[in-house]
């Protein structure tokens, strides 16, 4: 499948694996992959799991043990090879006719790029001689609400593939043909483009960057807000890499040409029709912010899968007089969200304006009002008090170091730097800010370790809420 992405990636995979460096997303969709293929397993009892402590002989040879002394029972990561190729079949399960060969993946539709993975699985099993009967994707069912008690019948949903992996089967041995020989070979010369990130980020990227000798512009041209691949490729044939060294002019879209003087300025810009923009909203004022965790396996009865599920929230509070306190909520425990939206109506009393920043807040407390009918009648009244100060601050605040972006962590530090997240601890995107929330309130914890993870959610919250009253600020003149 590298091969298939890039050929050098490939390379670099069997020949130099050391340069490998997945970044922390990929690293969660690898955890999230494994926890739906322990559902799957368990979801197909009697099964039997293929190690690989003797490598691959040892799993071949254990695959066809499996089949022999019960043919009827699942096999999990059965394998086989031919012409050099190995596949781990995710699960292997006796059918009708033959034999079902599913992949499961924790993404929640079927995508072009699991093709190719099926195609060379059947490949490899039909040249063993194996009847595979149908290919099968396992997915998640976005619908499923777990009910408790480990029950997880429903959570995933098999897409038969059988047909529209067909011509790539065909296909197959032509790939590990050309991939082998090109493995004998010198590293391919190969540059980084748009292949490096589709359909996965690639983890040799630094390494081929680094290789390139490439000296990155220090304003690049692809931080420009907005539309622009056409003018883009423009800037590309023209050598013009960095944005201020776009001439005046070149640049239709308003919001793209503001991005261009402030930058070529070097200094912050806060437009004229800031101030009255923001003497329109009603005080005391509300900066608020929440935090998510999301699950590819529902853990907490009543949720779905990937649903966003808040634990914690952080809002400061400011009035007219311009005194500023503060008040938050951390979960401590399993389905913290009826605790979280209690204690959020508590601190946002019934008037004044709520600022956020995004839709997430908003598009959090529609589906909380869903969650708990008895509340919805006072969450909507919030709902109705939020504004979003992002979209005040891209129609009138702008500096070169925000790199075309508004997001809450690329403004603050170009506010004031003790606002930066990189001096936070080990929490310092939302992300990451689940994940810890999920090991702090997990059994058996460390209890010092549970302490540092709630300082360190406790601040990375705080610090988008302060951050919120410090723009609000700059937007009024202040
Ligand atoms: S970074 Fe790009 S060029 Fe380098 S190996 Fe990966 S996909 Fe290929």
């Known amino acids: 499948m590298f091969g298939r992405q890039c050929e050098k990636r490939l390379w670099l995979a069997v020949r130099r694996p050391e340069l490998t460096e997945y ?60 012409e050099g190729v190995v596949v781990r079949v995710d699960i292997l399960k006796k059918g009708k006719r033959g034999y079902r060969l599913i992949e499961v993946k924790s993404s929640t539709k079927v995508k072009p790029q699991y093709s190719p993975d099926c195609a060379v699985q059947a490949w490899v099993l039909e040249e063993n001689g194996v009847n595979v009967e149908k290919v ?100 590309a044939e023209e050598g013009i890499a960095d944005i201020r060294d776009i001439p005046a002019g070149r640049l239709q879209n308003a919001k793209q040409e503001w991005v261009r003087e402030v930058t070529k300025r070097g200094k912050a810009d806060v437009k004229p029709g800031a101030r009255s923009a923001m003497d ?73 304006t709520v600022f956020m920043i995004s839709h997430y807040e908003r598009t959090i407390l529609t589906a909380t009002a869903k969650r708990f009918p008895d509340l919805a009648a006072e969450i909507n009244k919030v709902i109705a008090r939020l504004e979003d100060l992002q979209k005040i601050a891209k129609e009138h605040y702008y500096h070169p170091d925000m790199f075309g972006s508004w997001s809450m962590k690329v403004v603050a530090p170009c506010i004031a730097p003790h606002l930066a997240y990189d001096n936070l601890g080990e929490v310092q995107e939302g992300d990451a ?3 810890a929330y999920l090991e702090m309130i997990s059994d058996g914890v460390d209890p010092a370790r549970a302490k540092k993870l709630k300082e360190d959610l406790l601040a990375y919250c705080r610090r988008d809420t302060e951050a919120m009253v410090e723009l609000a600020r700059v937007l009024a003149g202040k």
């Open 23 to 82: 970044d922390d997303a990929t690293q969660r969709r690898f955890a999230a992959g494994d926890s739906v293929n322990d559902v799957a397993r368990a979801l197909h009892s009697g099964g039997r799991l293929i190690g690989f402590e003797n490598g691959v002989e040892g799993a071949i040879a254990d695959t066809q043990k499996a089949l022999a002394a019960d043919p009827a029972a699942p096999v999990f990561e059965a394998t086989f090879a031919h």
């Open 280 to 352: 329109e909203y009603e005080w005391p004022r509300y900066y608020l912010d929440f935090e998510t965790a999301r699950f590819a396996v529902p853990v907490w009865k009543g949720t779905r899968p990937y649903e966003a599920l808040p634990f914690q929230w952080s809002c400061h509070i400011e009035t007219e007089d311009g005194a500023v306190t503060h008040e938050e909520f951390l979960g401590d425990g399993a389905a913290p969200m009826r605790a979280f939206i209690d204690s959020l109506l508590r601190a946002l009393g019934t008037r004044g």
């Open 433 to 435: 800010a689940g994940v």
């Open 136 to 235: 099968e994707l396992a997915h998640i069912n976005k619908k499923f609400v777990y009910g408790g008690g480990g029950n997880y019948r429903g959570l995933l949903t098999y897409a038969d593939v059988t047909k529209e992996i067909a011509a790539e089967k065909a296909e197959a041995p032509q790939w590990a043909r050309r991939f082998q020989k090109m493995l004998e070979g010198a590293q391919p010369d190969i540059g980084v483009g748009a292949h490096c990130h589709d359909p996965y980020e690639c983890p040799f990227l630094a390494h081929c960057i680094a290789e390139s000798g490439a000296v990155a512009a220090e304003y690049p041209v692809e931080c420009l807000p907005g539309r622009k691949t056409e003018i883009l490729e423009e800037f």
